[in-house]
Every structure is written in C-alpha cells, then in structure tokens.
C-alpha cells in the first residue's frame, strides 16, 4: 500500500548551517502528489510546499524541494536555517487518501 | 490562515465517558478529515468524508468512534467509551477535493482522558 517514510525523527542543527529532511515514499499511482506541512509548537500544521512535477524544484519561504520520480523522494532543503525554523515537518503523499510520515522535528540551536 | 474551526479546544473526560467534538469546515470545502495525533507527534488518519458520505475511515473508527457531517451541522468525531490511549489532540481538516488539494487545519481538540 501507499507510504511515506521520514528517517529521521529529531534533526539538531545550528542556526546557519543548511538544513535537509528526508522523505520517501510508496505508492502504486504513477502521478502522485507530495507535500511537506509543517507544524510549529502549539499550532496546528500548514502547508509549506507541494509537488506533482517530475524533477522540478518547488520553493517557497525559503525551503525548496524536488520530486525525483526515479527515487521515489520528495527531501525538504534549505540553505541556512534559521531559530524560527525549529518546528515538526511532515511529509505526506496523496494517493487514494493522505498519508502522512511520522514527522521530523528541528531543532535550531543558535 | 485556515478558518476550520474546532470545539471545544479542550475537553477532559473519565475513562468509558463519551467524548465529542465538532468541525466547521472553510467554507465551500466538501471534503473533511479527521486525524489522532499523540503526545509521540504521530499522525494517524481517522475518516474523511465528502459531503455527507464517508469516503474513508480505518478500523479503529469503526468501533468506538464514530463521525458524522450532516449537511447544514457542524462535521463531528465522537468517542463512545473513552479510553486512556485515546488522549491526544484530534485534528480536523478540509479540502476542495481531489489529490493536488491541500488540506487546512483547524486548531485542534485536545482530549485528556483521566
């Protein structure tokens, strides 16, 4: 059946330094969606980025991502993080519902 | 900002007591789901509906929970005979529909079961 995966479950990282999420996932249909929400303490998730285009990087408030088809990933990235980055971002694939990873919380330490 | 809105915030409740809480979803949004998520931050998909009909819903809503979205009422998750592992802040969210929508959050109802 259709998955997401989020290797990691606590990422620490100090402010500055580039910041990379992983994400992969499993599906049977051929024209997925994906999307990263994130979710910052004591509010509820909101959609950060989405993407349905083959190897074409879709960016937004900074952090950018790239669906790779032939690796079935989806990794959230951005340049130099910052303190309010520190939040808990989920992956999530759209088959014949949403299926959500079970997150990766940041930590930005100054 | 997402404008689905979530009563009440907060709701405490004995073990086997029931346990309801409510979604209005943005407006013009036909599709509503419900999710669990832990105090480990874990997500887990509930039901969603379209309109009034379910489209979806895992085996745990099967049994002791139960959802409805009349037309014209606010959407509902209901828990029959609250349990311990049934704390957790339950999520509602609402969608145009289709796969390339993305969901909005409402805030959140969190349930504390003593």
């Known amino acids: 059946g259709d998955s997401v995966t989020q290797t990691e479950g606590l990422v620490t990282l100090t402010e500055g330094l580039p910041v990379m999420l992983n994400c992969t996932y499993q599906?049977?249909?051929?024209?997925?969606?994906l999307f990263w929400y994130v979710q910052h303490l004591n509010e509820s998730p909101r959609l950060l980025l989405k993407?349905?285009?083959?190897?074409k990087r879709t960016e937004h408030q900074g952090f950018h991502a790239t669906l790779h088809k032939s690796s079935s990933s989806f990794h959230l990235q951005k340049s130099s993080a910052q303190l309010s980055d520190s939040a808990l971002y989920y992956c999530a694939l759209s088959g014949n519902r949403i299926f959500f990873g079970d997150g990766t919380q940041l930590v930005v330490k100054p | 900002n997402s404008k689905v809105i979530q009563t009440p915030r907060y709701l405490v409740k004995g073990q086997g007591q029931k346990a309801k809480m409510r979604c209005i979803p943005e407006?013009?949004?036909?599709?509503v789901f419900w999710y669990q998520q832990n105090k480990n931050n874990e997500f887990k998909f509930l039901i969603n509906f379209q309109n009034q009909e379910v489209l979806q819903q895992i085996d745990m809503t099967e049994k002791r929970f139960s959802a409805e979205c009349p037309s014209n009422s606010p959407c509902s998750l209901e828990i029959q005979s609250s349990e311990a592992g049934d704390s957790a802040l339950y999520l509602c969210?609402?969608?145009?529909?289709?796969?390339?929508?993305?969901?909005?959050f409402g805030p959140g109802t969190r349930l504390t079961v003593l």
């Open positions: 969210a609402s969608s145009l529909g289709g796969s390339s929508y993305e969901q909005y």
């Open positions: 599906t049977i249909y051929s024209n997925p969606f």
């Open positions: 407006k013009g949004h036909p599709v």
């Open positions: 993407s349905f285009t083959d190897n």
